[in-house]
C-alpha cells in the first residue's frame, strides 16, 4: 500500500484441496518502505547494517480484512474459517496469523455443521497443515457439548484436535476438568489424559433445591 491507495481483489486461490476468498486484501512491501524510509532520513549511512535490520524484520507479505477460507475435498465442503484480520508471512516455514479472533465450522457429508471453534488468537502454517488456537478457545459439537480451553491444536490433515492444557468439558449432564486432550475435530469422539474432577450438574441442582 503506497501513498493511502488500497489494493482490493476479491477472488479465489486454489491448492489441491482448498479455496482462499480474500476480501479487501491490502499488499505491502514493507521491507522495501522500510528501507526507503532509513535512507532518506539519513538515519543509517551503512547499507550492510540497513540490510541487517531489515532482514531482522519478520514482515507480512500482505494484509487481509474479513477473509473466509474454504477447505473442501473431493467437492465436498469440509470446513470454513472466518477471520476478522489475517496477515501471510513467508520464509522456510510460512503461516498466516489471525490476531483478531478466528471462527471456524467443521461439517460433515451432507453439508450440515458438526462443531464449531472459536478463539481470540490463531496461526496456521502451510507446510505441517496444523492450526494452533489460542486464547479463550471454544469448541461446541452439534450435541452442544462444549470445550473451554487456552491452547488447541488442529491438524487438517488428520482431522484431529488435540491440546497439553487445562480442560475443561460441559455436557447436559456433567462438568469435566482435566489437563490434555484428543478429540476428532467434530469433537464427539474425545479422550481426557488427565481428569482431575467431575461435577454432576443434576446432582448438583438436586442439592440447591431440596
Avoid at 120 to 149: C, F, P, R
Avoid at 167 to 195: A, C, M, P, W
Amino acid at each position: 500500500m503506497v501513498g493511502g491507495s488500497v489494493l482490493r481483489l476479491q477472488h479465489d486461490l486454489r491448492t489441491d484441496f482448498q479455496t482462499i476468498e480474500l476480501r479487501k486484501v491490502r499488499e505491502r512491501w514493507f521491507s522495501c518502505l522500510f528501507l526507503f524510509t532509513l535512507v532518506l532520513s539519513g538515519c543509517v549511512n551503512d547499507m550492510e547494517e540497513v540490510s541487517a535490520i531489515v532482514d531482522t524484520e519478520v514482515l507480512p507479505i500482505s494484509v487481509a480484512d474479513d477473509i473466509k477460507i474454504i477447505y473442501s475435498d473431493s467437492s465436498l465442503l469440509k470446513v470454513i474459517l472466518e477471520a476478522k484480520h489475517l496477515e501471510r508471512f513467508t520464509g522456510e516455514d510460512p503461516y498466516l496469523e489471525m490476531t483478531n479472533g478466528v471462527y471456524v465450522r467443521f461439517f460433515n457429508n451432507l453439508g450440515e455443521v458438526e462443531s464449531e471453534l472459536k478463539s481470540n488468537y490463531a496461526i496456521s502454517y502451510e507446510h505441517s497443515d496444523i492450526m494452533e488456537a489460542k486464547e479463550n478457545v471454544i469448541v461446541v459439537n452439534k450435541k452442544g457439548e462444549t470445550l473451554n480451553t487456552e491452547h488447541l491444536i488442529w491438524e487438517k490433515k488428520t482431522e484431529k484436535i488435540r491440546t497439553e492444557e487445562f480442560v475443561k468439558i460441559t455436557t447436559e449432564d456433567e462438568v469435566i476438568f482435566g489437563h490434555g486432550l484428543e478429540s476428532n475435530q467434530d469433537f464427539t469422539k474425545y479422550r481426557i489424559k488427565k481428569i482431575k474432577g467431575t461435577i454432576n450438574l443434576k446432582d448438583a441442582e438436586s442439592s440447591e433445591n431440596p
